[in-house]
Each structure stands twice: as C-alpha cells, then as structure tokens.
Nanobody, 125 residues
Framework: QAQLVESGGGLVQTGGSLRLSCVAS????????MGWFRQAPGKERDFVAA????????YYAESVKGRFTISRDNAKNTVYLQMDSLKPEDTAVYYC??????????????????WGQGTHVTVSS
C-alpha cells in the first residue's frame, strides 16, 4: 500500500500561485492514476484534477480548468498541482489520492484507494 504526503500549501493573495506536491511511497507509483481533491470546511470533498499512469491523459474540474495544471514525475514518485490565478473560493484542504486500478479517470473520491493527510491552501481577498 502507498503512503502519500502532500506539501506546498500556504497563504496567498488572490491572483497568486502555489505548487502542491505529493510524494508517494512504494514501488508501484507508476501504475496509479493520481488525483487531487479539495475540501472546504463543512463541505464535501470535491474533485480537482487527475492524471493517468504515464501522464498521457489529464482531467480537470470546470472550476479550475485553465488555472490549474496537474503533472507527474514517475522517477520521483511525485505528482504536482500547479495552481495559478488563485481565487478565494479555492481555499480548502487539498488532498492527494491514488487509484490502483483505474480503467477510467474517476471524479468520485470513493473510487480512490490511498490518501494523503492534506495540505491547507488559503487565498485571501
């Protein structure tokens, strides 16, 4: 089983940028579809972005399309989320997740097998 550790969260102003990183343990990282989710206080955990095993296919929530970019470096067991043009509504805890056996990219958090502890992103007005 994989252990995922997110980093890179923090406090930024509207319009600023952050890059989140997620480092996975284990020797099967390249077989995982990787996703990013976020959860604001009192709200459901929502899909943000996902990337397939080789990085050949990505998918984004409409709310972040054009602003966020997901990428991965399998040699480093790491997936990234570059967040640009941040808005206050992006404020949330961001979670990295891994799907061991994904014939499709799923946007439902219940489809993912492994989760990190989360990293907090706050975007001030």
């Amino acid at each position: 089983q994989a252990q995922l550790v997110e980093s890179g969260g923090g406090l930024v102003q509207t319009g600023g940028s952050l890059r989140l990183s997620c480092v996975a343990s284990g020797d099967t990282f390249r077989s995982y579809t990787m996703g990013w989710f976020r959860q604001a206080p009192g709200k459901e955990r929502d899909f943000v972005a996902a990337i397939t095993r080789s990085g050949g296919m990505t998918y984004y929530a409409e709310s972040v399309k054009g602003r966020f970019t997901i990428s991965r470096d399998n040699a480093k067991n790491t997936v990234y989320l570059q967040m640009d043009s941040l808005k206050p509504e992006d404020t949330a805890v961001y979670y990295c997740a891994a799907d061991r056996d994904a014939p499709l990219i799923y946007t439902d958090y219940k489809k993912y097998d492994y989760w990190g502890q989360g990293t907090h992103v706050t975007v001030s007005s």
